[in-house]
């Protein structure tokens, strides 16, 4: 059972819909907790009457929007579709919860009623970005839950990390590198460098390898699975990415439009050009996944469509089927234990 906030993002509650619709073709037995209001959102499942049968709404008065702020919420939300998403995981009524909404509610909603993992000092968010690998993803962390990290975060960022790519992308022994401004050992600031020794003297404990430090060059990579980083600089490189990948798209699109014979060429590599737009495309990899707490939360991007929206459900599902968050927790155990 999977519990969706239908109200957070800036596109509404039919993309929601939609993203369950076209997820449940891939996806037949999952059942879905809908919080938001019945108004709008029984019409929106009516009009899929394939998905009504697994879906369940409950009712909630308020929305949270993109400029509340995050305690005002935590005092005030508890009427909200998200408060109530959040709600039904701290129940066990669902496995994981999703929302398009705003991020610093949704963290600050999730830290105050799920609580940490006992040993986590300070949660993450984890994103998949499109890579060189075989499998075609790298995890980084974390890109926006909190803008402070020291080196003991940046080293249990790494193990919540490895925990990811063993779990969620099946890397037996996941390799992590260290975001810096450069990979010679006398770059850096102070707590990335004590970060750096951190890390690499649990390598062999973790069961990882630890590349040493990587620049924003090598995010995108076969050289590593997992890049660490504070959440200030990895949501930076998160939006870079991002607008990258869609000025790309958008420049190749009025390229092959621009004459007839650029046309004919498009045509004849359309195939090709749809999965090179595919592999760079945000939506695709859409869901960023709070680590460290008493329960799974994924953030699917505010302005998702139903295609991100979908394919943060299938990440949430694949997570749920792995057993993640109790692995997750094990491992956080084990690296606290004696400290």
Sequence with gaps: MLSIDAMGGDKGPKVVIDGIARSLKKYS????????QKSQLSPLIE???EI???CKIVQCEDIVTMEDKPSNVIRNGSRSSMWSTIEAVRNKQASIAISCGNTGALMALSMVRLRKLPGVIRPAIACLWPSTN???LNIVL??????????????????MGVS?????????????????IGTEQHKGRPIIKQ????????AKTGNYKFVGFVEGSDIPSA???????????GNIALKTGEGTAKLIRERLGKVYKSTLLSRISALLSARELQKFANGIDPRRVNGGVFLGLNGTVVKSHGDSDPTGVAAAIELAINLTKSGFNEKLAARIASETEGL
Excluded: E, M, W
Aim: hydrophobic share 40%; aromatic share 8%.
């Design 134 to 136: 075989k499998h075609g």
């Design 223 to 233: 050289k590593v699975d997992v890049i660490v980083t504070d959440g200030f600089t």
């Design 29 to 36: 037995d999952t059942n879905f907790i809908i919080h938001g």
């Design 195 to 202: 970060a750096y020794d951190l890390i690499n003297a649990k």
């Design 47 to 49: 009009s899929h009457p």
């Design 52 to 54: 009504s049968a697994k």
């Design 164 to 180: 990811y790519a063993r779990n969620g992308l099946n890397i037996n022994q996941p390799r992590v590198g260290l975001l810096n």
């Design 142 to 159: 974390d890109v926006g839950a909190d803008v402070k990290a020291d080196a003991l975060d940046l080293s249990q960022y790494a193990q």
